[in-house]
Structure formats: C-alpha cells, structure tokens
C-alpha cells in the first residue's frame, strides 16, 4: 500500500461519530465517510428545504427525507466495512 492514502472512515468508532454527525447537520457525517458528492447534495437540500417552508410546509417533508437519506447512507457504509476510497498520494 506505499504510496497510496485511504480517504474516509473505515472504523466502526468513526462510522458511528459520522452518523451523530448526520443526525444533527446532514452531510457532515456524509463527507467524514468519503462521499463527498453525495455529502455536498444532503448540504444543500438544507437551505431548499428552509426556503419551501412557507409553501405550505413543502420544506418539512424535503427536510426530514434529506435526513432520512443522510442516515442511510451512514448506514449503508457501516454494513460494508471493507469499501473505501483510495488515491493516489501526491509527489511533492
């Protein structure tokens, strides 16, 4: 494994901080496994959801499915313990 960085949580200990993480801001916990696409998307859907509260509580089901999401994708990550993301180390 020289000259290669694994990039995420592999652990179970972080995989739990991830999801306290997810349960109180989604994303965080998300961008702590790794995914980060899927991290800046759950972010996002936080100020979307804030926005469409005053359409006639839209915000709230988009709030709680955003969160919904965000715990899953924990979960998903906690189940297969041997997925992580690898690159390649920078030569500086």
């Known amino acids: 494994?020289?000259?290669?960085?694994?990039?995420?949580a592999t652990r179970s200990t972080f995989k739990f901080f991830a999801f306290i993480l997810n349960f109180f801001v989604?994303?965080?916990g998300t961008i702590f496994i790794g995914?980060?696409?899927?991290?800046?998307?759950q972010l996002?859907?936080?100020p979307v959801g804030v926005l469409l509260i005053p359409f006639g509580?839209?915000?709230f089901l988009v709030l709680i499915a955003n969160w919904v999401w965000s715990?899953?994708?924990?979960?998903?990550?906690?189940?297969?313990?041997g997925v992580i993301y690898v690159r390649e180390r920078s030569r500086r």
């Open 1 to 8: 494994m020289a000259g290669r960085v694994a990039v995420g």
């Open 26 to 28: 989604p994303g965080l």
């Open 35 to 41: 995914r980060i696409g899927t991290a800046i998307i």
């Open 44 to 46: 996002m859907l936080i």
């Open 57 to 59: 509580g839209l915000g």
């Open 71 to 81: 715990l899953t994708t924990v979960v998903q990550a906690w189940r297969h313990p």
